[in-house]
């Protein structure tokens, strides 16, 4: 008995270093060294990330700065601290009070304390007189911010923010160095000191940025890797042949579907695809103060008379789109049901059955057969393009005739500006599924600049109001709802296509990194590293 | 002599202020706004009040007679202004970048000029035999292919069978010669070679021209050699149509490379005047076009001088 026991025992031990080393990420322990080199297929504007909102800044230069709290890149959207060990919020939630950790150094050997958290936060949320902070609309209920002591901070709201925790975890939140701030507020526009786990080195515009290890890192034993190399390519034939010759290993926006193939095609095991819902999406615009969009009937045909179901299967082979979805993220914890969803114009899995109703709406909106207007589209063919050819042959099925106009990015921003189009490709991206932040383009034009429906809906306006100010889950959710059949279905000021689709394919020896459903957290420096 | 230079570089003034006067007029009647595309672009709740703040920081709120004073104000003191997209100096921008364009266009001109003369000269010599057809073809071919595609099927050809891409990162020469030369000879052979293929056909077809003049003959009847009648007689008056077309070529190659840029991932002119135009960077747009036309006329200025090295007529008239 005592024989079987141990042979059992020795047995299930063989099992799980088996198990073990077969699963993927477990059997390797982070190795210290190297430089990982990727692309950046923009170019950053300035350095400051409160003024600005691409990714051309976050990716070459998030490593070097701290957040107060941040997205967990493994476990999206879960928050965890990053310059905050900890935080409390009163019962009511008016009050969150942060505890700083000690001895975080920035990149000068000074240490941060809970003085330059404020300072950074009071950019953010009470810019100075010429100080752009770009994202100062999310923080309106923020009344003060106070310190304490050097390792607390104190926000007062005017109101309980549901999603305050998100809020403060945007990527964009870096936190400056209070010194420097009372100096010069327009210093880290073209300069770079923070606490994070790189140092800045080099930057040569359109070329290049270059950053090593911060050794006094706060975090023991990382980063694990000696440094990094952004490499700025615009060009999409470029930036796959840097990545195919191993010159870079990685991109974090995302890549279409036939440029992962190419790359597997040419590298074998030695890539590895990371795919993910994307916190993008295309939507069409319509221009209510043009006849015949002004007609609530005319809209309600036109999303009804596209297939997203049909368009989804197919357009995921050649764009990175593919979900379909309401005004919320499909899957996230805002997002209708299916069920739900299908209940709303233009959802229906019965294609024929709603392009019968779009039709019989056109007649009476008195719209003739073959109508014709524009669609007004962006220049860039992925995803824009595809999605734009799919709206225009699905609209020719209830006898519209759209002309596909592909602008320029700054002429079809400016013409979607000034007012002067019939339908258009918008689209929005974000890093949190937050509805304040999702549902903020669509309040009346008069009060979002990037509503570009030129539409006011006092109701609409109510509905994002109470949402925003309502701390208990469920109901905010059934207002979130509420706003999207709104939205969607009883005004149709837009209609939502189809979210976007992440593929993000690396060399297999970058490791520690994991896809998240937006590229604006990532990336994640301090826990990737290369196992060669 | 001195009176024909001074002539020519006095005509370059006018001509400078009237493109600049030209840029600033253009730029601002095509649609399109910087600050629309800096902060509405992604799609972010941005307020009007930050959007007013920015245009007023930009000075685009200010009159476009104003703002054109303030810019020809900075261009006397020689300061080009400041980048709106960056707020780097228009003139630290392009220096970044002229570096490599010019050095691109130096190696693109070597190499067409090291091609096409003995090319053109071997045709025109052997009009109709099989080495002027041979020189037809390949030039022919050389101006049907567009460099930028040239490059992509270089590009390709190296990772594919030698997994080798060119560096993707400028080095400048005095630093590190090999990663220099390693990263710009492959766009300098692919946009040597369409060069080429235009001066070879110039060069072909004046050298025909000279080659029928009575002088010539003269000099055949006479019994002279025929490379002294190529060299001296020959040659030196068929060069100032080869020499224009050389000239302008590389003007050209300063700014012109776009998309061959854009395929080797060159940090050059031609790449940030397309990144300037669709950012709306009025400022840079300015700067570069005008270094752009600057260009031109100094190297036209520059072949009014060569023409009248070889031909000394053409000072005096």
Not at chain 1, 245 to 267: C, K
Not at chain 1, 275 to 298: H, S, Y
Request: hydrophobic letters at 45%; a positive charge; proline letters at 5%.
């Amino acid at each position: 008995m005592q024989t079987i026991r141990s042979v059992t025992g020795v047995l299930l031990v063989l099992l799980l270093v088996l198990v073990g080393f077969s699963m993927p990420g477990t059997a390797q322990q982070p190795r210290s060294g190297g430089t990982l080199t990727y692309v950046v297929t923009a170019l950053p504007p300035s350095f400051d990330a409160h003024r600005e909102t691409t990714f051309a800044t976050l990716h070459p230069m998030k490593p070097h700065y701290n957040l107060l709290v941040k997205f967990d890149t493994h476990n999206y959207p879960k928050i965890v601290p990053d310059l905050a060990e900890s935080w409390t919020s009163s019962k009511d939630g008016m009050t969150w009070t942060f505890k700083i950790r000690q001895g975080v150094k920035f990149h000068d050997g000074s240490v941060l304390t809970s003085r330059d958290i404020k300072a950074s936060f009071d950019r953010i949320v009470f810019p100075p007189e010429g100080v752009i902070s770009i994202r100062q609309a999310m923080y309106q209920g923020v009344k003060s911010i106070e310190t304490p002591d050097p390792q607390t901070v104190v926000f007062r709201l005017k109101w309980a923010v549901p999603s305050f925790l998100d809020k403060l975890a945007s990527p964009f939140n870096w936190m400056y160095k209070a010194e420097i701030l009372a100096r010069d507020q327009h210093w880290y526009e073209r300069n770079v000191m923070g606490t994070g786990p790189f140092k800045f080195v080099e930057y040569v515009r359109g070329s290049r940025w270059i950053a090593r290890k911060h050794d006094e890192y706060f975090e023991r034993g990382k980063p694990y890797l000696d440094g990094y190399v952004a490499l700025f390519i615009t060009s999409r034939s470029a930036m796959m042949a840097a990545l195919r010759s191993g010159q870079a290993l990685i991109e974090f926006r995302g890549v279409s579907p036939a440029e992962r193939d190419d790359l597997r095609a040419a590298l074998g095991d030695r890539l590895q695809v990371q795919e993910g819902p994307w916190q993008c999406n295309l939507i069409v615009a319509f221009n209510t103060k043009k006849k015949p969009f002004d007609d609530v009937r005319v809209r309600r045909a036109l999303t009804l008379a596209v297939d997203r179901w049909a368009g989804s299967r197919a357009l995921s082979q050649i764009a990175f789109v593919g979900p379909v979805g309401g005004v919320m993220r499909p899957k996230s914890e805002y997002a209708l049901s299916d069920t739900e969803l299908m209940k709303l114009a233009g959802y229906s899995r019965d294609i024929q059955q709603s392009r019968n109703q779009a039709r019989a709406l056109l007649r009476e909106a008195g719209v003739p057969e073959n109508f014709s207007f524009t669609l007004l589209n962006r220049d860039v063919s992925m995803p824009y393009e595809s999605v734009g050819v799919y709206l225009v042959d699905q609209w020719r099925q209830i006898g519209l005739n759209a002309q596909h106009f592909q602008a320029e990015t700054a002429n079809y921003l400016a013409t979607l500006r000034a007012g002067t189009y019939d339908a258009a490709v918008d689209f929005a991206c974000d890093f949190t599924d937050d509805p304040d932040v999702q549902l903020s383009k669509f309040v009346s034009s008069d009060v979002s600049p990037i509503n570009y429906g030129n539409y006011i809906d006092r109701p609409l306006d109510l509905m994002y109001f109470q949402q925003s100010r309502t701390a208990d889950k469920a109901t905010r959710l059934q207002v979130v709802h509420q706003f999207e059949k709104r939205l969607l279905d009883q005004q149709v000021y837009v209609m939502y296509v189809l979210w976007w689709q992440r593929i993000v394919p690396h060399w297999r020896r970058v490791q520690g990194y994991t896809v998240t459903t937006n590229h604006y957290v990532e990336p994640d420096m301090a826990e990737y590293w290369l196992s060669e | 002599m001195n009176r024909y230079i001074l002539a020519r570089f006095m005509l370059m003034l006018p001509t400078l202020l009237a493109v600049a006067v030209l840029i600033f007029v253009l730029v601002r009647v095509v649609p399109g706004d910087i600050v629309a595309v800096r902060l509405v672009l992604g799609g972010s709740y941005v307020t009007p009040k930050v959007i007013e703040a920015e245009r007023a920081r930009l000075g685009l709120n200010k009159p476009i007679w104003n703002q054109f004073v303030d810019w020809m104000l900075g261009m006397i003191r020689l300061d080009l202004g400041t980048s709106m997209w960056s707020g780097e100096p228009v003139a630290r921008e392009i220096s970044i970048r002229l570096q490599l364009s010019l050095q691109l266009a130096v190696m693109a001109t070597v190499i067409a000029t090291a091609v096409a003369l003995p090319l053109g000269i071997l045709a025109a010599v052997h009009r109709g035999r099989w080495v002027d057809n041979l020189v037809q073809v390949v030039s022919v071919a050389g101006l049907a292919v567009p460099s930028f595609w040239l490059g992509i099927l270089m590009i390709l050809f190296l990772l594919s069978v030698f997994q080798y891409l060119p560096p993707l990162t400028f080095t400048s020469f005095w630093a590190d010669p090999k990663a220099n030369l390693a990263q710009l000879i492959w766009p300098a052979l692919a946009v040597g070679y369409r060069y080429s293929a235009v001066a070879t056909r110039m060069t072909r077809s004046a050298l025909l021209e000279v080659l029928r003049e009575d002088y010539v003959r003269t000099a055949w009847a006479k019994g002279l050699a025929q490379g002294v009648i190529l060299r001296r007689h020959a040659l030196r008056n068929a060069l100032m149509p080869v020499v224009t077309v050389i000239g302008l070529e590389f003007a050209f190659l300063i700014g012109g490379l776009v998309v061959t840029e854009q395929v080797f991932n060159l940090n050059g002119i031609g790449k940030l005047i397309v990144d300037a135009i669709s950012q709306r960077d009025y400022t840079l747009i300015q700067g570069l076009m005008l270094l752009v036309a600057a260009g031109y006329v100094v190297v036209n200025f520059v072949i009014d001088l060569v023409y009248a090295w070889i031909d000394p007529r053409v000072a005096y008239q």
